[in-house]
């Protein structure tokens, strides 16, 4: 086995309120994402979700804990790991080559002009703006801006992207097209992407494994839902999938009653170190919720549900 392109060890995150008092948005957080693995985040606003993806980013520092990227501790913002935000957060006075190409020559300041410009093109093409190179924003649709920053951040060639929610403003239809664009570029470029959503059908779509937050304050990762679809998936097809309403189901019960109960009454062996590993759809019957079975202490339980 490889090791994690990333790995989370114990992170927490507090913020002192005026009155001196202390909160703690979540506490004792690990989890890892392996090369070429795309994991989505999931949970309640408030229980920190990007907070973790800017502690990732490098863009804020934790109050605890250890983030290590290819083995190494992170100490701020590095070009091999690349966000894109909600916004698409483009200079509107460069065009969408422009936007493309300060980026490369802020990887590689050395490399010429036409090399640079060869290098935007290829991720150009790639996410389907060709023709549309010498447009500045203000021409561009919310699609179409959203592809240039996938495009700007691929194009540095990062060994992780960071997604948070960049779906989210944009209208269903184009928000579709735009999901079945990244699963396309995702498979060809082999890209390591970490997202947060709070869309259920988008990490099913999307992710090869969903983390479940708990609540805030407090926050916790209640389980790892490995997703069991095929990974050559479409919105055409994928509620067709034997597995597909099994783990849907899943998600909402935990997001619908399961997120709120679980910091009140921890299910039996719980271990924040080791999160509950669950393959929705295998055929065996849950346990009670919240109750979780006994498991060693160095390895993940595996919970088949069936509905």
């Not at 202390?22 to 408030?46: K, M, Q, R, W, Y």
């Not at 700007?152 to 948070?164: F, G, Y």
């Amino acid at each position: 086995m490889t090791d994690p392109l990333i790995r989370v060890e114990g992170i927490a995150k507090r913020f002192s309120g005026r009155d001196g008092t202390a909160t703690t948005v979540f506490d004792n957080i690990h989890f890892s994402v392996e090369p070429g693995e795309f994991v989505c985040l999931i949970g309640h606003s408030g229980c920190g979700k990007t907070t973790i993806l800017n502690i990732l980013a490098g863009l804020e520092p934790a109050s605890d804990g250890y983030v290590f990227v290819g083995g190494r501790e992170i100490r701020g913002p590095s070009l091999d790991r690349a966000v894109i935000f909600q916004s698409h957060a483009l200079m509107p006075w460069l065009t969408v080559s422009g936007n493309i190409a300060f980026a490369v020559t802020s990887r590689w300041p050395e490399w010429d002009r036409a090399r640079v410009r060869t290098h935007c093109q290829k991720y150009v093409d790639l996410v389907n703006l060709t023709g549309a190179e010498r447009k500045r924003p203000a021409e561009l649709s919310g699609g179409m801006k959203q592809r240039v920053g996938i495009a700007r951040a691929l194009a540095i060639q990062p060994k992780m992207l960071l997604m948070d929610e960049p779906f989210s403003a944009l209208d269903a239809l184009t928000r579709g097209m735009l999901q079945e664009e990244a699963l396309r570029i995702c498979a060809e470029t082999r890209q390591t992407v970490f997202m947060i959503t709070h869309d259920v059908d988008e990490a099913i779509l999307l992710a090869d494994k969903i983390i479940l937050m708990t609540n805030g304050p407090d926050a916790k990762i209640a389980e790892i839902v490995v997703n069991t679809l095929p990974r050559n998936r479409s919105h055409h097809t994928v509620h067709k999938e034997p597995h597909y309403y099994p783990i849907r189901n899943h998600l909402l019960d935990f997001l619908v009653s399961r997120s709120r109960q679980f910091n009140e009454t921890l299910p039996a062996g719980y271990d924040p170190k080791h999160p509950c590993v669950v393959t929705p759809g295998l055929g065996k019957a849950a346990p009670a919720v919240p109750a979780a079975p006994a498991r060693p202490a160095e390895k993940a339980v595996v919970v088949n549900l069936r509905y």
